[in-house]
């Protein structure tokens, strides 16, 4: 194709929790029927409506992809990842048939219908497609070096940060950018200089392929998608969080102990984290609502389960910046061990409007799922019968 540039060119080029949540799919609900919705949050600047014709040449190229044994071997090295899930990679191939794209006035409206593991990984290559594409309509070079003065800036909040940490519990941060990213070129080169001018700070990133490249840890554990699913997996609708979480302690024993706490709410999830799941897990990550508020509920959690919480790790995650996360850790860091993943801000602050961009579970097995969170705007369900349902269970109140 004269002209094609793909965007997607390696199946590692995701983020680790896909890998950790399809190994678990498969291992326990492998006949899983999933469908995915693609959402907008913000107004585009462009419409992305007239991104429709790359984007099906993008996704038939994407579906040529196949994992390479260098791939392969790499995955195959990561203690939690079992030797018959690699098996199934070798043999896997994203279908086409699978994903349909339609414009619907300015807006693009993206499915993906079929088995879960054969959609689940959809999410993250379609939304760095979008974003990619979208931001090729800029000046690439003015972008660029805006990006590369403003990481030099958050450099530089990191050099003064170095007079303050605590050895006890240092800060550390992670890169959770591969769904909005600029590029992926630029991406690519601004983990690459975290690595070599960030250290201790920096350490990891949640997307496979340059955490292979860059001989760093991959870092990720699970997303709401695994959570949801659980609410059509045969258990009543009342035990489905401590259905996936016994599912996930049984999967991986020890590893990948950090839970997500905010798909019916976290008064909701601290309600099913008794003290055998404190035990059993290393932590806990933050995605929505304030997290102060988040940070000390947990914490009086922890306490009320006498539970030593300064052993235990808070993980924030939702629209962090660098100030925000040396913000938080200033305030928690005295009590009890964190961890920031830091997205957008790292590989999408090249001066442009970045666009909040989603792909969530809409369905399993023909059942309406939902993700109801702890700030407006960022539950997703298309369903409001099962919504109301959902929500006088767990006795919260959907935003």
Same mark, same amino acid.
């Given at each position: ?21 399809? !190994?678990?799919?498969?291992? *326990? !609900? ?21 991104? !429709? ?133 630029? *991406? ?24 292979? !490249? ?10 709401? =998608? ?85 052993? +235990? ?31 957008? *801000? ?35 369900? =298309? ?11 767990? +006795?919260?109140?959907?935003?």
């Amino acid at each position: 194709m004269s002209g094609f540039v793909p965007v997607i060119e390696s199946l590692l080029d995701t983020d680790l929790y896909k890998f950790t949540m399809m !190994q678990e799919i498969l291992h *326990h !609900q492998p006949e899983t029927q999933a469908a995915y919705a693609f959402k907008c949050r913000n107004t585009p600047e462009r419409p992305l409506a007239a991104l !429709q014709a790359e984007l099906e040449t993008q996704l038939d190229h994407l579906c040529s992809l196949r994992f390479s044994e260098a791939e392969l071997a790499y995955l195959a090295k990561l203690r939690f990842i079992k030797s018959d899930f690699v098996d199934f990679l070798r043999l896997f191939q994203l279908q086409r048939r699978f994903i349909t794209i339609t414009a619907q006035g300015e807006d693009l409206d993206i499915r993906v219908v079929g088995p879960m593991l054969h959609c689940m990984l959809f999410e993250i290559y379609v939304l760095s497609i979008v974003n990619e594409i979208y931001f090729r309509q800029v000046p690439q070079a003015s972008a660029l070096a805006i990006g590369r003065e403003r990481l030099k800036a958050k450099l530089n909040e990191l050099n003064a940060l170095s007079q303050q940490a605590m050895p006890t519990n240092p800060f550390v941060f992670f890169d959770f950018g591969t769904r909005r990213r600029f590029s992926k070129v630029w *991406h690519a080169e601004m983990v690459g200089i975290l690595v070599k001018q960030a250290a201790p700070y920096f350490r990891g990133t949640s997307n496979v392929l340059l955490a292979m !490249q860059y001989g760093v840890t991959p870092i990720g554990t699970m997303a709401h =998608e695994y959570m949801q699913a659980f609410q059509c997996f045969g258990s009543r609708l009342r035990d489905f969080q401590t259905n996936a979480l016994e599912h996930w302690v049984r999967e991986y024993r020890g590893d990948l102990g950090i839970a997500l706490t905010d798909v019916v709410g976290t008064d909701a999830f601290l309600r099913d984290f008794d003290l055998y799941f404190c035990k059993l897990f290393d932590g806990l990550r933050h995605d929505s609502g304030d997290p102060y508020e988040w940070g000390e509920k947990v914490i009086a959690h922890y306490i009320k389960m006498n539970i030593d919480y300064g052993t +235990k790790q808070l993980v924030f995650s939702d629209g962090l910046t660098l100030a925000k996360s040396i913000a938080l850790y200033r305030h928690f860091a005295p009590r009890t061990r964190t961890g920031f993943g830091i997205g957008t *801000h790292l590989s999408n602050d090249c001066g442009q409007v970045p666009l909040q961009i989603v792909m969530k579970l809409v369905s399993c097995n023909g059942q309406p799922v939902a993700k109801v969170s702890d700030t407006e705007g960022k539950g997703m369900c =298309e369903d409001e019968n099962f919504l109301n349902y959902l929500c006088d269970v767990f +006795k919260i109140t959907h935003r």
